[in-house]
């Protein structure tokens, strides 16, 4: 499912406000004559994006799992498009079984643009981008990331990052990380802390101290939201196998 974030108060339902799950749910409820409750592999907050978001729901309908998609298209509105559509094995959960999630971050270091303001950070500045590389392999492998969190205080807050790497596009930089699973603010902390490095407010070699202080103060800001995408999620294929028993 991709959706544009820009119009939506997040991922989660809320009452009174325009949420994807909220969208979905309606549409949802009108294609099988019941109220039902979706799941996603993760909730994203206001204006977040997403290109590869997945969500699961369990229904006694009898319709092919593949015909969600044309049945979504005519509900849903314009912002939320739905990719593809299958039915799964009953075991599997869009948010438990999720093993690798792939996020990224747009920032522009070039004239400010409003027609983008809502697709990428515009940051007034050039930035040290090998600094900010340098800084990045700090971040690889298993860490607890209690500096780059939000309030989770009763979560574990330890996470692998398999990859991280800063693409580089005639000044549109894009921050991907690959790992097997993010925090609440976890990209947006890093990113801004990234920047601090971009700007020579902090220093690489700072990453680890931060890291290891397990203390939000020590990183750098949050980052805005609409320059952050989630790419995509992936699951064991077993569990997109019908009718088979998994173990996970």
Do not use: W
Not at 20 to 43: C, D, F, M, N
Not at 91 to 115: A, C, D, M, T, W
Not at 200 to 218: A, C, V, W
Request: glycine content about 8%; some cysteine.
């Amino acid at each position: 499912m991709m959706y544009d974030g820009s119009g939506f108060n997040g991922y989660q339902r809320q009452p009174g406000q325009r949420t994807v799950q909220g969208e979905l749910e309606k549409a949802l409820e009108k294609i099988a004559k019941v109220p039902i409750t979706i799941h996603s592999s993760g909730r994203t907050d206001a204006a977040v994006h997403a290109n590869g978001q997945v969500f699961h729901f369990d229904t006694e309908g009898k319709m092919d799992g593949t015909r969600y998609v044309r049945a979504f298209k005519s509900l849903l509105p314009d912002d939320i498009f739905i990719l593809q559509s299958q039915e799964v094995n009953s075991e599997f959960h869009s948010r438990y079984h999720g093993k690798i999630k792939e996020y990224r971050y747009k920032l522009s270091v070039n004239q400010y643009n409003p027609l983008r303001r809502n697709y990428c950070y515009f940051h007034p500045r050039s930035l040290n981008t090998q600094a900010i590389k340098e800084a990045m392999t700090y971040f690889l492998g298993t860490h607890d990331f209690t500096s780059f969190c939000g309030n989770l205080d009763e979560v574990n807050k330890v996470r692998t990052i398999f990859e991280a790497e800063l693409l580089e596009d005639e000044g549109e930089l894009t921050f991907r990380f690959v790992g097997n699973g993010f925090l609440r603010y976890m990209i947006r902390i890093m990113v801004g802390t990234l920047i601090q490095v971009g700007e020579g407010r902090k220093s690489p070699n700072d990453i680890p101290t931060i890291l290891n202080g397990k203390n939000r103060m020590l990183a750098g800001f949050t980052a805005k939201p609409q320059g952050l995408y989630l790419e995509y999620v992936k699951y064991p294929s077993e569990l997109y196998q019908v009718g088979k028993s998994v173990n996970t």
